[in-house]
DNA sequence: CTAACAATTAATAGTTACTAATAATAGGTA
DNA sequence: TACCTATTATTAGTAACTATTAATTGTTAG
């Protein structure tokens, strides 16, 4: 019984993750992937209370029918948009929520989306050729909803050497919604010209 | 039989706009709407060479599913492609680096990918409704370039309440690129049942 | 007027992927 | 031995179909 109870435990956990993954897994398809009848399948569904694979297909799909619209975003856009910019000192750039940047389920933007912000502000800032992020601490203050646009103001806080230490703020209705601390290096690797 | 026809051609053009803006419909409600019968309406749809609802429906769920095969680029190029997980214990993903991640002049790829790839990461192996990010500190050790495949393994590596501590490494040719430590705030919008 | 034809509806059998309920079986445990 | 758990089987019923054949209705051309 303990043996017994245990590979059920197990196989249900594995069971929950397989249809996670894929939610078009039949009941069917379980039983032949794991070796067992198509009505343990049913039981250990019922028991961690998982609906039947055509209702799950529909919820996947409602989530995202009504969604699209908005296709896919370029790349370019998940940096915002510069309105401002200081080399070497400061710049401000804006970003537009979107749906697509959003989780699903809550509407809460992923927050990737912020740090790209963020990230690529603090980058496009550093007057030099080449510059890497090196080390970033993050603080994500209040979760962001699709619709929201976000305000990033980055500042050069220090300089040492090709070290720069770049500071992030972002608001969303003059609230802070994200701040950032980004070790960026940069390098000057041929010839230098005059900017962008 | 020529207003008969032009209804008929009037219907079907009717149909397959219902259908456009709402796959989910089914012959008996179609039936229901126009006020034909359901025989009608099959034989309309099999005229259109348009599918029964349940394949639409599955066309829809498969275009964003997160678990569908065929990826599409837009959300898999940030996020990368889950190969492993056990849920509130640790994760693995992987992601073939492209051109247009990386900086043009010097091929680097940047670094909000890295971020992207570690955070959605650290986030689907909360075993939880929903995940947020609180806390991000980033470390970019090595420079990766156009064309590496990054290797990201996330670890829960403690667990107080609804926060956990995950820990993500990054590597490339069996080279540490990046480490990551996030802490990810979890919460149960609708609570079933409790679990493990 | 009627045979022909299109459009529509009906009827029937078979499919998939289930739910729900009940029963049967194997392998332990107390 | 009686009980218990896990597993499997069986049966009846459902939705939403496919595929086929047949019946009905309406129009119209000869």
Redesign the pocket.
Known sequence: ??I??L??IE?QRRIKEYILRDPFL???KLAELFN??V??I?????EMGI????KRIIKVAKETSLADQVKSLKRDEIIGELIDIELGKSGIAILKTVKSMAFNRTGIIRSHYIFSLADSLAISIIDAKVALTGIARLRYKIPVYTGQTLVAKARVAQKKGNKYLVSVHVKSNHEEVFTGKLVIFSFNDKVKKKEV
């Open positions: 019984m303990m017994q109870n590979n059920k196989r039949s009941d069917k067992f009848s009505q343990t049913r039981l250990d569904r019922l609906p039947e694979m055509r």
